[in-house]
C-alpha cells in the first residue's frame, strides 16, 4: 500500500482554525471514499469525518458546526476544515482513501489546541 501524504498540523490556540489536506500519490487513482480518523492518547480511533465520491459527508456528534470535510477529486486530495478549536480536539489525526479492495492511510499529523 502507498502511504498518503498529510499536512496543516500544529499548535492553535483554543478557538483558532487549521486545514489539514491529505493528497493521493500519483501511482493511487479510482478513489472512492475518503476521511479522517483521529486518535488522543489513552483514547479509542475515532471516525471525525468522510465523504463519497459524490460529495456526501458524515460527521461525528463532537465536530458537526465546526469542522466541514472536502474533496478534490482532480488532485485526489481531501481536506478538513477545522474552525472554533477546542482543546479536547487535541490528536493524531490520520486521513484514508479506499478502493475497492484498499484501504490507504496517511502518516499522521499532530493536532495540539491549547493556550
Known amino acids: 500500500q502507498v502511504q498518503l501524504v498529510e499536512s496543516g498540523g500544529g499548535l492553535v490556540q483554543p478557538g483558532g482554525s487549521l486545514r489539514l489536506s491529505c493528497a493521493a500519490p500519483?501511482?493511487?487513482?479510482?478513489?472512492?471514499?475518503m476521511g479522517w480518523y483521529r486518535q488522543a492518547p489513552g483514547k479509542q480511533r475515532e471516525l471525525v469525518a468522510g465523504?463519497?465520491?459524490?460529495?456526501?459527508?458524515s460527521y461525528a456528534d463532537s465536530v458537526k458546526g465546526r469542522f466541514t470535510i472536502s474533496r478534490d477529486n482532480a488532485k485526489n486530495t481531501v481536506y478538513l476544515q477545522m474552525n472554533s478549536l477546542k482543546p479536547e480536539d487535541t490528536a493524531v489525526y490520520f486521513c484514508?482513501?479506499?478502493?475497492?479492495?484498499?484501504?490507504?492511510w496517511g502518516q499522521g499529523t499532530q493536532v495540539t489546541v491549547s493556550s
Open positions: 484514508h482513501a479506499d478502493k475497492r479492495y484498499t484501504r490507504y
Open positions: 500519483g501511482s493511487i487513482f479510482s478513489i472512492n471514499a
Open positions: 465523504i463519497t465520491s459524490g460529495g456526501t459527508t
